[in-house]
């Protein structure tokens, strides 16, 4: 009477982990209401930045003169 058992069969090869693991399912929190960053113009002064911007070209032209 022959038995044939699980140790007969070779065992699966073992291949290393070739890509990252996958992000976990936890759902991202939701961004909070008071800070957008979309509205940039709110908190900037884009009419005093302008002025600095030509104050550097200025400078930048006279020292190239």
Known sequence: ??????TILPRPLHFPRLLPRA??????????????????????????????LSDEENELEDMVS
């Not at 009477?1 to 699980?6: F, P």
């Not at 976990?24 to 002025?51: C, F, H, V, W």
């Open 23 to 52: 992000p976990g399912i936890d759902p991202a929190p939701l961004p909070l209401q008071g800070k957008t960053y979309g509205r940039l113009n709110a908190s900037r002064n884009l009419s005093r930045e302008m002025d600095d």
């Open 1 to 6: 009477m022959s038995v044939a058992t699980a």
